[in-house]
C-alpha cells in the first residue's frame, strides 16, 4: 500500500502519508495513484482540476466551499507549512458544524482528503507556503461560498500570533448560523 490512513474527528476527513523511499540522494514517493488511493481509503473519484497556490505568513485562505459542483479535494503542502481546517457543513450529518486542524508540511509529506460537503480553508504558519491540491470538479464561482474564519459559533482554534491577512471574499464570509448547507 502506499499511503498509510488516519481518520479524524471528521471519520470521512483523512490524512494519508505516502509511503517514502528516501536515501543520501533526496527523496521519492508517488503523491497519488489512483487505484492505491481507492484501495486505501475506499473512495473512488476522479480528480479534473489541480491547482497551486503560494501564500505568505499569516495569510488565511477560506472557508471556502461550492454548494453545487461540490468538490472534494486532496491537499498537500509542497513547501512550507500551514494549519489546514475543515468544517463539516452537511446539516444532515452527526458532527454538523465540527471541524479539524491538521498541520500540513512539506517535511511530513501528510495529504488530507477533504471529501464534498465540507468547507476548507488553511493558515499559513511558516514564512511562505506552496499549496497544491487536485479537485473532483471544476471552479464555478457562482457556486462559490465562504464561511467567515473566525466564527464563534464554530469557534476554530487558529494558531494565530497576529491579525491574519485575508482577501475580500475570506473577509466577508458569512457566519454558520447564516451560511449555506449540504441537504
Not at 26 to 39: A, C, I, L, Y
Not at 79 to 96: E, I, K, T
Not at 109 to 124: C, D, I, N, T, Y
Request: aromatic share 16%; hydrophobic share 40%.
Amino acid at each position: 500500500m502506499s499511503y498509510k490512513v488516519t481518520s479524524t474527528i471528521l471519520p470521512e476527513v483523512l490524512i494519508l502519508e505516502p509511503k517514502l523511499f528516501e536515501d543520501e540522494r533526496g527523496f521519492f514517493f508517488e503523491s497519488f495513484n489512483k487505484n492505491n488511493f481507492q484501495q486505501a481509503t475506499g473512495v473512488k473519484l476522479d480528480f479534473v482540476q489541480d491547482n497551486h497556490s503560494r501564500s505568505k505568513k499569516n495569510v488565511l485562505r477560506g472557508l471556502h466551499y461550492q454548494i453545487q459542483h461540490a468538490q472534494g479535494k486532496l491537499v498537500r503542502v509542497t513547501f512550507g507549512a500551514v494549519f489546514d481546517v475543515v468544517v463539516d457543513m452537511r446539516c444532515y450529518s452527526p458532527r454538523f458544524g465540527k471541524w479539524v486542524g491538521v498541520e500540513l508540511t512539506a517535511e511530513n509529506k501528510r495529504q488530507l482528503w477533504v471529501p464534498s460537503g465540507f468547507a476548507h480553508g488553511f493558515l499559513v504558519i511558516s514564512d511562505i507556503a506552496d499549496f497544491q491540491y487536485k479537485t473532483t470538479d471544476y471552479w464555478y464561482p457562482e457556486y462559490e461560498r465562504c464561511l467567515l474564519w473566525n466564527d464563534p459559533e464554530i469557534s476554530i482554534n487558529w494558531p494565530l500570533h497576529d491579525k491574519p491577512k485575508l482577501g475580500a471574499k475570506d473577509n466577508a464570509g458569512k457566519k454558520f448560523t447564516e451560511a449555506d448547507f449540504f441537504k
